[in-house]
């Protein structure tokens, strides 16, 4: 059973930094797609960024720049890290892996900004 396990949220002040970590487990197999996404309350869940296996990745405008998503195949593991924090980025934020037509998500960590 494929299992993907979030760590690394926390609470941070405005301009700081924090490096969530998405670990996969029970998989035979390389993911195609990998991303995390987020939940603010009363939102609705938004992409913030995706890497594929081939390296490529995407991000969301708000965080373009702010934000960098890698991939440790090795460790088959997927990195996000965020800088210049906002109170806005305030959510839970989720990790999302995908092979066709399978697709697996963690629990969610929060990241709170505030001062």
């Known amino acids: 059973q494929v299992q993907l396990v979030e760590s690394g949220g926390g609470l941070v002040q405005p301009g700081g930094s924090l490096r969530l970590s998405c670990a996969v487990s029970?998989?035979?197999?390389?993911?195609?797609?990998m991303g995390w996404y987020r939940q603010a309350p009363g939102k609705q869940r938004e992409s913030v960024a995706s890497?594929?296996?081939?390296?490529?990745?995407n991000y969301a405008d708000s965080v373009k720049g702010r934000y960098a998503i890698s991939m440790d195949n090795a460790k088959n593991t997927v990195y996000l890290e965020m800088s210049s924090l906002k109170p806005e980025d305030t959510a839970v934020y989720y990790c999302?892996?995908?092979?066709?037509?399978?697709?697996?998500w963690g629990q969610g960590t929060q990241v709170t900004v505030s001062s």
């Open positions: 999302k892996a995908s092979r066709f037509s399978s697709v697996y």
């Open positions: 029970g998989n035979d197999f390389s993911m195609d797609t």
């Open positions: 890497i594929s296996s081939s390296g490529r990745s």
